[in-house]
């Protein structure tokens, strides 16, 4: 038999300049990211929620041993709060378990980028470190 998929995983996302973010969303997220998203109007807000959204479910589904392109992700979501993500459940996720069984983390990333632990499971101590930045290429 396969080992089991990875329960945990990490995402780190460079903010690109996408033209139709607004279709993504409606074709990628689930209904209550696309409408928090909205309520954002256009511009720099809506830029950020995005890609904290797009790293979190992608951090999701790579936990899961899974992609984008492989399960619907509209079928689960995560909620923005002050205190960072929350994973909601809105639909039957294959092999993912209870929203509640997972922790989200989102990670102090570079301007430009957006970034997010994910596990499922207890606390973790979590360490960051950080290294002086190098010219992308």
Known sequence: PPPPPPRDSIRRQRQMCIRDRHGLAHRFFAPLEVEALEALGDGEPFARAFFRLWVCK???????????????????????????ARLVETGPVSGGGPAAAWRVVELAAPVGFAA????????RVLRHFAFPPRPLR
């Open 116 to 123: 997010a632990v994910v596990w499922s499971g207890g606390p």
């Open 58 to 84: 992608e951090a999701y589904l790579k936990a899961l041993g899974l992609s984008i392109a492989t399960l619907p992700s509209r079928s689960f979501g995560f909620v923005l709060e002050e205190g960072g």
